[in-house]
């Protein structure tokens, strides 16, 4: 009786579970060992038990000794005595053994036998060896099968016969009803479950064991399985398999399992029996509902490295993968689910190709999001946004946006303003230029806008009651997408390439070499089969001139057909010769760059007709935005949704970019002046706005101080007044006020326009930033839980926690520091002097909004004595009393 209390039933039987494997695999090698002389096909391989057939040895296993003084087959030193002995009487006995006894039943009690993973896992050799290596006969065709051909076939076998609803059925069992409505009895009917049930677990557990067979990550099963092709095409079939479905099939992680194991142990391999599948596009995006495939193909695309490239990039490119995901972007065809994948999806592929790569996932700028920056491709999403709208409109605009934030020109690699053809010759992996996005999106920005209004006025949208008893339109997904594109367009608009004449001339000469010179395989020149040049009247932005970029007039430049049938080497000369002559057409000067000098005041006509006669594509953008009206318009949309924090945090990131942009250089100052005076604005504006439906959205008069700024704090004012709580976008309208406070501090505004500084002198407004403002900013400045913020001295401002300072008085006095409730222990050192005991407190919104209350009544009195001052009115004080 063994003294320790626990584990010892444990390891003999793991031990017992060893030997069984063990005998199997000694009787199947005698016999193999038997059999070697006749004339029967085994592959060497299978008797070869050499260290360098395996990553690592089983640390249990024997090294191999000669054949001369070993016999194969023979038990390894881990093996029972009992085994040893079975096996010399074998060998002493001398049977003889015929091919009747290779069956499968070697094949099958290995796959039963509970400890098979352990012992691959420790990667036993001969284990391995049968695996791979070893064969059967089959009983009734006396055929010789492969055990490994024979694992792949039960597999796929097993995933024919799974039901794919087992999981559902193990629990509540489909032929219920069916079974109850014939009048089965009840203990059959739980009999004929139980055996169904047990059948598909018995499936289950067989292809599960099969398929870590295949995943595991031991050098000898992933070699063997990408040697044999026909084995792998079987278990790549599997994602056309009718059960393919859905993420809870045992299909999908049987296949995503085997496949990414292979991809990360033999990838070079791997991706080269990829490149054979030409369908595999439409494979995958079958199942673009099933987050495991799409994932495993982002895996395929990570792959492709600019350090290291495999070419799987360009082979998704060249099976059109971009226009096939937009494609999906269809309400009619396609629900918001699928769409939201899609999404997810490209935004993926945007991240990993980051032009500013983060970490090691990233793959750099390549064809893909380069499709995806085309022209054909931004025509295609603008028009899905301007005819699907809803999800599709939703999804659109998120992919726009991922590809700005991820592709931002100032962080570019290559910088284009200074580099040359020569000394940078372009490649597929070249960051990606976002010029031909943002112009198509300027022109396109009038009817995008429009939808925000139309929705705005359509009075079949169902209004909404909210906690406070309000009736509400619900502002909708498609109103902020857009307003959020329109802030991602501008951060863009704001990059230095995107207000560059030059920049944009230089990317299309970069993008015309990749057309003539880059075939889609290796980066590596080809002639043309015409000339292209570039016109300088195909540069520029004028509305007559929508389409500047320069397209190929047949749209094939290259023709992969004659390519393939001519070696490249033949044609070295001619490429050669059409290269130098590109580069000496091309790679001279890119004309002026833009005018930066501006006159004093900024904003007046000739600066207006300089900057709009042949306008950078940022500037574009923001005349777009200014002719349009649709800073302002969006403002009084600001108010109009008080409770709608994400609407109001994207337009407070629009004013915050137009305060902190160039005043003195780009069109920044105009869409400024436009703020501080829309009527002055109509001067240096083609269209004049027409009345609007709603009172509250007439910007014919307005100023971003009163009619946005004080209107929204008075709303805000009333309504707390009312319920006691703010509106909920004043956290954002004291923001955008503290944007306007400190432009009017930062620039000398006259210098902008005189107009601008009118305004800001305003008696109102003045009042407001100088008061109202202050005592706001100071009681948002709080500390949460009391105290305050106090110079230590030496230039640094701390917080202070409530004063708690030791009184010294006292103490010099004799007084006990017990008396007065101080501990003398706790404080001693003294602290910071109060200075809460110097100002006013203004800890809550209710001492805030009391504060201002009694600031309005104290101004209001003054404005009436003021008044009555100037028209001569003697107001009178009360008679004397009577004594």
Known sequence: ??????????????????????????????????????DISINPNLLNFKDDNLNTIHENEPLTKSPSTTTIGSSSDNDNDEDEIHLKKQHTAKEQYTITDLDSTFIESILKDSELLNELNRQNNKLLNFLCYGIFYNDTTKKQIQNFDYLVDQLLSCCDSIDPDCEETTRIPSDNISQKENNIDSNQEKEDENEEDSENNKLLQRATIISEIFASDIWIITDNLMKDISCLNKIWSLIKHPNFNSEKSILVSIYIKINQNLLFSKQDDYLKFILTHLTLVDDMLKHIDISMVMDFLLKLIGSDRIDCPTGIIQFLSKQDLIPKLLRFLNNDTYGPDIQAYVGDFLKAIIAISANAPLDDVSVGPNDLTRKLASPDTIDTLTSIMIRERGA???????VVIELIRKNNSDYDQINLLATTLRDNPPTNRDPIYLGYLLKKFTTCLPSLFQIILDIEFDKDVPTRKNQLGEIFKPLGFERFKIVELIAE???????GLMNSKRAERIATKRDLYRQMFLTNDDNQTVPTLHRLSINESSIGYNENNDDAIIRNENDNVINNENKSKQPLNENKDEIDNALEKFLQENDGDDGDEVDESFDIPYVKDTQNEKLRNVPTIGDFYKISLYDNYIIPTILLLFLKYPWNNFWHNVIFDIIQQIFNGRMDFSYNSFLVYSLFDIKGSYQFNKLIPTKSQDPELDISNFKITTDFILRGYQSSYKFYDAKNMNLGYMGHLVLIAEEVVKFSKLYKVELISPDIFQCLQDEYWQYYSEEVLNDTRMMYSKILGGGTYVEDGNGNIIPQLPDTTYNTDSKESGENDNDNGINGEENMGGGLVNVESLEEQLSTESDLHYKLKQMLISKSRTDVDEANEKKGVIILGPPPSSS
């Open 392 to 398: 599709a409109l939703n999804i659109a605009v998120s």
């Open 489 to 495: 367009l501008l951060h863009c608009s704001n990059m």
């Open 1 to 38: 009786m063994s003294v320790w209390p626990f584990g010892s039933n444990s390891n003999s039987n793991n031990l017992n579970n060893i030997s069984i494997i063990n005998k199997k695999l000694n009787e199947y090698f005698n016999i193999i060992n038997n059999l070697q002389s006749d």
